[in-house]
């Protein structure tokens, strides 16, 4: 059973800027799709930020030039690196492994507010 687990939500302000970190257990890490989603309140999750196994990646037009995605195979990691955040990219941002999912992690809320 893989497990992910994300790790750097917060409170920031309007702004600000915040990296979250996503790490998948297993060596499934290299070969998979892994992307970052959000659900905010009364809303659909949707996809922000997806990387590939060789590095392409994707984003949703909303944050396009402000989030970043990226992995580390070295340390089976992915991040995601958000600045110039705004109030409407409060959600819960959730991680996910493969495309479809098939792995997902708890979940970290980012709350963006003055």
């Known amino acids: 059973q893989v497990q992910v687990v994300e790790s750097g939500g917060g409170s920031v302000q309007p702004g600000g800027s915040l990296r979250l970190s996503c790490a998948p257990s297993?060596?499934?890490?290299?070969?998979?799709?892994m992307g970052w989603y959000r659900q905010a309140p009364g809303q659909q999750r949707e996809l922000v930020a997806a990387i590939s196994s060789d590095g392409s990646t994707n984003y949703a037009d909303s944050v396009k030039g402000r989030f970043t995605i990226s992995r580390d195979h070295a340390k089976n990691l992915v991040y995601l690196q958000m600045t110039s955040l705004k109030p409407e990219d409060t959600a819960v941002y959730s991680c996910?492994?493969?495309?479809?999912?098939?792995?997902w992690g708890q979940g970290t809320q980012v709350t963006v507010s003055s």
């Open positions: 297993g060596t499934i890490f290299a070969i998979y799709v």
């Open positions: 996910g492994v493969g495309s479809p999912v098939n792995y």
